[in-house]
């Protein structure tokens, strides 16, 4: 009993970590949503439901397939997953527009003060493209497809969450590169090292629980620190676009792509996803999830 507190303790403080920072963030999530001509939100965010914006929203508007009217304005960014969106005359985007698999209806007189990102793909290239090869490439291009959609979809729901934390630790990367690796590489041993004790345990069925909270745990880990290294990876790519100060979603989706292709390329991207594994792990704990410069730092 003794050995399984310190586990218990871990996982309830790995999980409440970014939970107890959710009450600190404003953020709208609903099937349809309307913001009226004078009210302000911080940020939205609908799957498969309508967005009507008449008001005003600070930071982002993300729909994932769905539809975005805009009539009032957008402090940061508009992101739509195959969705539609559509600007009246009157509406403002003072950030950037991103459009995945969705159309794009400008009024004249629409402004937007940032870049405009437009990937339309068109359904019969689409079919074509997925019927033309073999069963089994087709089935791992769509299962490719589904997995990196979902990881972008987590991605931003948790940049739309937790700005902050996210965007301190990615700083973080910089600021102590080495340090980050050491500990993410120390984790990963100490962690493989408990998977392996917990399933030999798991044959006397107590280690079966602490099995599932390491997975647990791991599943956190990675979440967390592939949005910080899309991010850092994105604004790098931005800023050597020559955008100066792009915007916090427009970086993670640059950071995804970027990371999502290489990771496909064979043997490289094999080492690339254990080297990322090992920064994505060291930047969670060492940053506590983006709440402190240093977790092990004596105060």
């Known amino acids: 009993m003794k050995h399984k507190f310190p586990i218990v303790f871990l996982l309830i403080l790995i999980i409440s970590a970014p939970l107890s920072l959710l009450a600190q963030e404003s953020l709208s999530i609903k099937n349809n949503i309307t913001v009226a001509e004078n009210e ?7 799957f498969g439901g309508h967005i009507i914006i008449k008001g005003k929203i600070r930071e982002s508007v993300v729909s994932v397939g769905g539809s975005i009217t805009i009539e009032g304005e957008v402090g940061e960014t508009v992101l739509a997953i195959g969705s539609d969106i559509h600007l009246k005359s009157s509406s403002l985007i003072r950030g950037d527009l991103v459009n995945i698999g969705g159309l794009l209806n400008k009024q004249s007189g629409t402004t937007i003060l940032g870049d405009t ?3 339309k793909t068109p359904q019969d290239v689409f079919i074509k493209g997925l019927f033309s090869t073999s069963r089994f490439f087709s089935f791992l291009f769509f299962f490719k497809l589904v997995t990196s ?13 937790l700005p902050r934390q996210i965007s301190y630790a990615s700083d973080q990367i910089k600021e102590s590169f080495g340090p980050i690796i050491g500990i993410g590489f120390l984790s990963l041993v100490i962690f493989v090292a408990l998977c392996l004790c917990s399933a030999l345990l798991s044959l006397l069925i107590i280690g079966i629980p602490i099995l599932l909270s390491l997975i647990l745990i791991a599943v956190v880990f990675k979440v967390f620190g592939n949005v910080v290294l899309f991010l850092f990876v994105g604004k790098g790519l931005s800023k050597a676009l020559g955008s100066q100060r792009p915007s916090l ?20 991207g094999v080492v690339l996803s254990f080297f990322l594994t090992v920064l994505a792990w ?6 506590k999830f983006g709440t ?7 105060t």
């Open 117 to 119: 990102i437009y990937f």
């Open 149 to 161: 959609v979902i990881w972008f979809i987590l991605a931003v729901l948790l940049a739309l969450i």
């Open 40 to 46: 302000v939100q911080d940020n939205v965010f609908s």
């Open 249 to 268: 979603l427009l970086s993670i989706f640059l950071g995804f792509i970027l990371i999502t292709v290489l990771t496909t390329i064979p043997v490289f």
């Open 282 to 287: 060291g930047v969670t704990i060492r940053t």
């Open 292 to 298: 402190t410069e240093n977790w092990f730092q004596k």
